[in-house]
């Protein structure tokens, strides 16, 4: 790689880096609320920027035949900005494709744990994704046009990667034992039965009886009553995101089943998801906070719209109200 296309990409990128200081912040803020609203059930969501070293080491590679893997580091290299997901079980992997594939524009998906199991062995599981910022995403303007990779795998998954990797990188460029190899695929077996363990877990999962109208909603019960009330329609939601909509419906005097279940009728959520024209099936955070918009309007936007960790939520909440009240 001649040293001009290096210093080229150098300039490029601490400028790009200098323009864009909270980048990593930003992607994570997206994407977390993409499958917040979806109901995605998740561990975390972790973004980094590569650093200048490992970018310029990258851009250096160079095939057998001494070509240039990246010929254009900075187009040819897609993961300057990398995302992780980590989910609890393989069965919501599928769910968060399906999420990011609609809000974003994808340029290559892979299945790497598929990719193993084609070769006849256990090993690195994840699934990577080559999404493209779309124009139409309003919270990531300031990266139209821009490609970046997400990983999405199990904690297990993360977990055998990770160790895997700081065993191999402290070993240097010796290989590991045979033992060692043995014993790593191994630990990948176990991982993958596990993973498939806790599948079979979540499909087992029952929600146990009806409580009366009169029972005060909490956040330790919200879950359960929220099951019951919309079934099997609408994606559960992660434990602090529960924690997060019943403050919301506090806020607006919804402290019981029988308040709750006047808010969550029929008709006002043919109405919303009329309104909302939803490209994904809304999780139940989501719904109750757009069934909310719809009847209190500005209200609920004075009255929420500082609540929670997310940034930008009075102007997302903004946006969502003029889809339903054109």
């Given at each position: 790689?001649?040293?001009?296309?290096?210093?080229?990409?150098?300039?490029?990128?601490?400028?790009?880096?200098?323009?864009?200081?909270?980048a990593?912040?930003?992607?994570?803020?997206?994407?977390?609320?993409?499958?917040?609203?979806?109901?995605?059930?998740?561990?975390?969501?972790?973004?980094?920027?590569?650093?200048?070293?490992?970018?310029?080491?990258?851009?250096?590679?160079?095939?057998?035949?001494?070509?240039?893997?990246?010929?254009?580091?900075?187009?040819?290299?897609?993961?300057?900005?990398?995302?992780?997901?980590?989910?609890?079980?393989?069965?919501?992997?599928?769910?968060?494709?399906d999420?990011?594939?609609?809000a974003?524009?994808?340029?290559?998906?892979?299945?790497?744990?598929?990719?193993?199991?084609?070769?006849?062995?256990?090993?690195?599981?994840s699934?990577?994704?080559?999404?493209?910022?779309?124009?139409?995403?309003?919270?990531?303007?300031?990266?139209?046009?821009?490609i970046?990779?997400?990983?999405?795998?199990?904690?297990?998954q993360?977990?055998?990667?990770?160790?895997?990797?700081d065993?191999?990188?402290?070993?240097?460029?010796?290989?590991?034992?045979?033992?060692?190899?043995?014993?790593?695929?191994?630990?990948?077996?176990?991982?993958?039965?596990?993973?498939?363990?806790?599948?079979?877990?979540?499909?087992?999962?029952?929600?146990?009886?009806?409580?009366?109208?009169?029972?005060?909603?909490?956040?330790?019960?919200?879950?359960?009553?929220?099951?019951?009330?919309?079934?099997?329609?609408?994606?559960?939601?992660r434990?602090?995101?529960?924690?997060?909509?019943?403050?919301?419906?506090?806020?607006?005097?919804?402290?019981?089943?029988?308040?709750?279940?006047?808010?969550?009728n029929?008709?006002?959520?043919?109405?919303?998801?009329s309104?909302?024209?939803?490209?994904?099936r809304?999780?139940?955070?989501?719904?109750?906070?757009?069934?909310?918009?719809?009847?209190?309007?500005?209200?609920h936007?004075?009255?929420?719209g500082?609540?929670g960790?997310?940034?930008?939520?009075?102007?997302?909440?903004?946006?969502?109200?003029?889809?339903?009240?054109?």
């Amino acid at each position: 790689m001649p040293e001009n296309v290096i210093s080229q990409l150098g300039n490029r990128y601490h400028e790009w880096v200098r323009q864009h200081p909270e980048a990593a912040q930003e992607f994570s803020a997206d994407i977390e609320q993409l499958l917040d609203d979806a109901g995605v059930v998740y561990d975390r969501v972790i973004t980094r920027v590569k650093g200048w070293p490992s970018l310029k080491a990258k851009a250096k590679k160079r095939r057998a035949d001494g070509s240039p893997v990246y010929p254009v580091p900075w187009e040819d290299i897609h993961d300057t900005v990398g995302v992780r997901v980590t989910v609890f079980h393989s069965t919501v992997i599928p769910q968060a494709i399906d999420i990011l594939g609609k809000a974003f524009e994808v340029v290559r998906s892979v299945d790497k744990a598929q990719q193993t199991r084609i070769s006849g062995g256990f090993g690195y599981g994840s699934h990577h994704l080559v999404l493209r910022v779309p124009e139409h995403n309003e919270d990531l303007q300031a990266y139209v046009g821009l490609i970046f990779e997400v990983q999405i795998r199990t904690v297990l998954q993360h977990a055998w990667a990770e160790f895997e990797h700081d065993l191999r990188y402290k070993q240097g460029s010796k290989p590991p034992s045979p033992q060692v190899d043995r014993l790593f695929t191994l630990a990948a077996g176990l991982i993958e039965l596990a993973d498939q363990q806790f599948d079979d877990i979540a499909a087992l999962m029952e929600v146990g009886p009806a409580p009366q109208d009169s029972v005060e909603i909490t956040p330790e019960n919200l879950p359960g009553v929220l099951a019951i009330l919309l079934g099997d329609k609408y994606s559960p939601s992660r434990l602090e995101h529960i924690r997060f909509l019943a403050v919301v419906l506090e806020a607006h005097g919804i402290d019981t089943l029988a308040k709750l279940k006047d808010l969550l009728n029929e008709s006002n959520i043919a109405a919303v998801r009329s309104a909302m024209r939803y490209s994904f099936r809304p999780g139940q955070v989501r719904l109750v906070d757009d069934l909310l918009l719809y009847r209190f309007g500005t209200a609920h936007i004075t009255a929420t719209g500082e609540l929670g960790d997310h940034k930008g939520r009075t102007e997302r909440l903004q946006r969502r109200l003029k889809q339903l009240r054109p």
